[in-house]
T-cell receptor, first 118, second 114 residues
Framework: GAVVSQHPSWVICKSGTSVKIECRSL??????MFWYRQFPKQSLMLMAT?????????EQGVEKDKFLINHASLTLSTLTVTSAHPEDSSFYIC??????????????FGPGTRLTVL | AQSVTQLDSQVPVFEEAPVELRCNYS??????LFWYVQYPNQGLQLLLK??????LVKGINGFEAEFNKSQTSFHLRKPSVHISDTAEYFC????????????FGSGTRLQVQP
């Protein structure tokens, strides 16, 4: 149980285009999903917190107009990188919180999406 | 706000030797603690977690960790490592208030050598 999927697993795009990444909780409902960014050989940095049916909460320094997050259902959140540029190239990882308070609100992570902007 | 410190960026060890990966945290409220493992180009896999109760927590793949409140530590241990344990290990903390987002340490690269 507690499986989170991401699609696509990798994507290459041209500068100026937009890219959408999907994050799905496959066997549980996740009222909250998180989006992280990871640069090579570095830790995960929280970008935003996504709550089903409401606007995402962005961390300081993250451009909300560039990284659009939609949490349309209890099992799906999407991250759209708009007008991507080479500096947006990174590994994007989502997580879904499940199990309720008794499970410590454990976060289960997706396999990540490698974005390369040319 | 909470923070996590992983003192060792890299830990080289020989196969079948014991290993300890260190993690210290800082928080003004009660915390939940986690260890995750990341293999190259993959997401994070939960190794173990401490929520409450027994301070010795056992996880998958033979790993265990001990919560020490007085020393604000949550060190990860394995008595005998395998080549397949080579990966990046992240300690993380969250609280039971607010957004409950995870705060990660900088990671420790475990390199198991034959």
């Amino acid at each position: 149980g507690a499986v989170v999927s991401q699609h696509p697993s990798w994507v290459i795009c041209k500068s100026g285009t937009s890219v959408k990444i999907e994050c799905r909780s496959l066997d549980f409902q996740a009222t909250t999903m998180f989006w992280y960014r990871q640069f090579p050989k570095q830790s995960l940095m929280l970008m935003a917190t996504s709550n089903e049916g409401s606007k995402a909460t962005y961390e300081q320094g993250v451009e909300k107009d560039k990284f659009l997050i939609n949490h349309a259902s209890l099992t799906l959140s999407t991250l759209t990188v708009t007008s991507a540029h080479p500096e947006d190239s990174s590994f994007y990882i989502c997580s879904a919180r499940g199990g309720g308070p008794s499970a410590g609100d454990t976060q289960y992570f997706g396999p990540g999406t490698r974005l390369t902007v040319l | 706000a909470q923070s996590v410190t992983q003192l060792d960026s890299q830990v080289p060890v020989f196969e079948e030797a014991p290993v300890e990966l260190r993690c210290n945290y800082s928080s003004s409220v009660s915390v939940y603690l986690f260890w995750y493992v990341q293999y190259p180009n993959q997401g994070l896999q939960l190794l173990l977690k401490y929520l409450s109760g027994s301070t010795l927590v056992k996880g998958i793949n033979g790993f265990e960790a001990e919560f020490n409140k007085s020393q604000t530590s949550f060190h990860l241990r394995k008595p005998s490592v395998h080549i397949s344990d080579t990966a990046e290990y992240f300690c993380a903390v969250t609280t039971d208030t607010g957004r409950r987002a995870l705060t990660f340490g900088s990671g420790t690269r475990l390199q198991v050598q034959p």
